[in-house]
Structure formats: structure tokens, C-alpha cells
Nanobody, 120 residues
Framework: VQLQASGGGSVQPGGSLRLSCEVT????????MAWNRRAPGKQRESVAT???????EYADSVKDRFTISRDDLKNTVYLEMNGLKPDDTAVYYC???????????????WGPGTLVTVSS
């Protein structure tokens, strides 16, 4: 099982970006999917989580600006980021709880990260 994120880049304050993360491999099912981030000099923090039910959770710092969604047919999770601020500058990591084919247990998998830079 592998995760590959894309969509990072540089944007001016107030701009928008859309991150994507595809899960590939021998997948039986994916339960929760999430985005975390690590800003320079700070610890990794949770940004948004989407459960298999479709319910979502957001960090207070991104509520009303970021939207997490998923496409289970494509095994892909998205993060739509609007109203970006310099404080959003970070490496963004996607995460998924995946039950591999032939297994009855799920494991957590991380993507390698994609850099988002918000600067004028």
C-alpha cells in the first residue's frame, strides 16, 4: 500500500490550492483518511479527517477555509484550501487507515508529504 500526494506549491495570501492523495496497492477497504501538516519549527498537527461515513473533523485554525473530501472509487482524498494564510505554510501529509486485501486488520499509512508555501 502506498500513498502519493500532489497539488502542493506556492501561492499568495488569500489564494487557493487543492491537494490530492491517491492510495494504491492491494486494498480491501479504506476507513478514515486525513491530512496533517508540519510547519517549520513546529510539531505535526492534524488538519482535517474524513471518516468512511463521510463525517468530517477540522482543526479550528482551518475551519470554514479548508474542505476535506474523498472519492472511494478512486481511493483518493482531497483537501481544498481557500483563503490561505502565511501560517498555513507547511509540509502536508496525507494519511489513510487501510485494510489490505487478505487481511482482517487495518494499518495506518502515510504519504511522503507535499510542500505548501503561502507568501507574498
Amino acid at each position: 500500500v502506498q500513498l502519493q500526494a500532489s497539488g502542493g506549491g506556492s501561492v499568495q495570501p488569500g489564494g487557493s490550492l487543492r491537494l490530492s492523495c491517491e492510495v494504491t496497492g492491494s486494498i480491501f477497504t479504506i476507513s478514515s483518511m486525513a491530512w496533517n501538516r508540519r510547519a517549520p519549527g513546529k510539531q505535526r498537527e492534524s488538519v482535517a479527517t474524513i471518516f468512511k461515513s463521510g463525517n468530517t473533523e477540522y482543526a479550528d485554525s482551518v475551519k470554514d477555509r479548508f474542505t476535506i473530501s474523498r472519492d472511494d472509487l478512486k481511493n483518493t482524498v482531497y483537501l481544498e484550501m481557500n483563503g490561505l494564510k502565511p501560517d498555513d505554510t507547511a509540509v502536508y501529509y496525507c494519511y489513510a487507515d487501510v485494510t489490505p486485501t487478505g487481511s482482517v486488520h487495518y494499518s495506518g499509512y502515510w504519504g511522503p508529504g507535499t510542500l505548501v508555501t503561502v507568501s507574498s
